[in-house]
């Protein structure tokens, strides 16, 4: 018997963690893709803090999903820039560099963030 979605899904994301580290210099991009809502968050992993984070639900974003992503993506590379952080790594989450994960990453570097 095979893994559900969600079974592969968190052994992805076991793979990812064991080499993405956030630190204070450079945190990590974590997102999150459900059926209906996106959320990203900048993590201190050295302290276990959130530096910051967006969500569609914060922003009340209209236009389609991809649409919204990547305004997010934009949000939240805000977000770090008035914190004074321009590099980042990029935490998939176990999810496929495809579609609103891939317009997320691109909102985020095209606001001037670098990973």
Same mark, same amino acid.
Request: a positive charge; glycine letters at 10%.
């Given at each position: 018997?095979?893994?559900?979605?969600?079974?592969?899904?968190?052994?992805?994301?076991?793979?990812?963690?064991?080499?993405?580290?956030?630190?204070?210099?450079?945190?990590?991009?974590?997102?999150?893709?459900?059926?209906?809502?996106?959320?990203?968050?900048?993590?201190?992993?050295?302290?276990?803090?959130?530096?910051?984070?967006?969500?569609?639900?914060? /922003?009340?974003? +209209? &236009?389609? %999903?991809?649409?919204?992503?990547?305004?997010? @993506?934009? *949000?939240?590379? $805000?977000? /770090?820039?008035? +914190? &004074?952080? %321009?590099?980042?790594?990029?935490?998939?989450? @176990?999810? *496929?560099?495809? $579609?609103?994960?891939?317009?997320?990453?691109?909102?985020?570097?095209?606001?001037?963030?670098?990973?």
């Amino acid at each position: 018997m095979g893994l559900t979605k969600a079974e592969r899904r968190k052994r992805i994301s076991k793979r990812i963690r064991k080499v993405v580290k956030g630190t204070t210099d450079k945190p990590r991009l974590a997102v999150y893709r459900s059926n209906k809502e996106i959320y990203a968050q900048l993590i201190d992993d050295l302290s276990g803090t959130t530096l910051a984070s967006a969500s569609t639900l914060n /922003a009340k974003l +209209k &236009g389609s %999903k991809m649409d919204q992503a990547k305004e997010v @993506g934009k *949000l939240i590379a $805000g977000a /770090a820039m008035k +914190k &004074g952080i %321009k590099e980042i790594c990029f935490d998939r989450g @176990g999810f *496929l560099y495809h $579609g609103r994960i891939k317009s997320l990453a691109e909102g985020a570097r095209e606001a001037g963030v670098q990973f």
